[in-house]
């Protein structure tokens, strides 16, 4: 990956302790994967923020290397990537996501 | 799209002792539901865990053949 859009995406998941990449946005999610995630979210009532990767492919492409991961949603957590759809409804289940939030955002 | 027995071959080979279900959730062959115990996620958070199966179905994922994969990994005790 180049250093410039390796810059971006750093640049990008600190933007917020909670950033989503996604597939369209927080209103209108374009996906049913990135919605379960924004609706995790919205339920916890937590502030985050989201990037569409529909708008960039650079980004889109980009992200899936950067974390050595797939697929889109991808959430990160003051900078680290900590999982896409499915582990986020398992951490949401278990209760281990409204906690690990908590202590992020503190 | 890609048929189930190729999904598991293709875990299998990652992961030799690991059992595998594979659910085709629209008939379509492009969005599976796939559940993976193995003895290898011991120890390995949950990001890893699924890294290792994604690993193992790369080119399956990144030819767009798997539109959409629901995973979930366990161990065995779990």
């Known amino acids: ?106 | 799209m890609v048929h189930p027995d190729q999904v598991r071959a293709a875990i299998h080979q990652a992961l030799p002792d690991a059992s595998v279900e594979v659910e085709d959730l629209t008939g379509g062959g492009d969005h599976l539901q796939v559940s993976v115990v193995s003895s290898a996620f011991a120890g390995l958070s949950r990001v890893k865990q699924h890294q290792l199966v994604y690993g193992a179905l790369r080119s399956e994922l990144a030819s767009e053949a798997i539109h959409a994969l629901a995973l979930q990994t366990s161990t065995p005790n779990a």
């Open chain 1, 1 to 106: 990956m180049d250093s410039a859009l390796q810059a971006r995406l750093e640049a990008l998941v600190a933007s917020s302790p909670i950033v989503v990449f996604m597939k369209g946005t927080k209103l209108m999610p374009q996906c049913g994967f990135s919605n379960n995630v924004v609706q995790i979210l919205n339920a916890l009532a937590v502030p985050f923020e989201t990037f569409d990767v529909l708008s960039d492919m650079e980004i889109r492409q980009g992200i899936k290397e950067f974390s050595d991961w797939p697929t889109i949603p991808q959430v990160y957590v003051n900078g680290e990537f900590i999982g896409g759809s499915d582990i986020l409804i398992e951490m949401y289940n278990s209760g281990e996501l409204k906690e690990k939030l908590a202590v992020a955002l503190a």
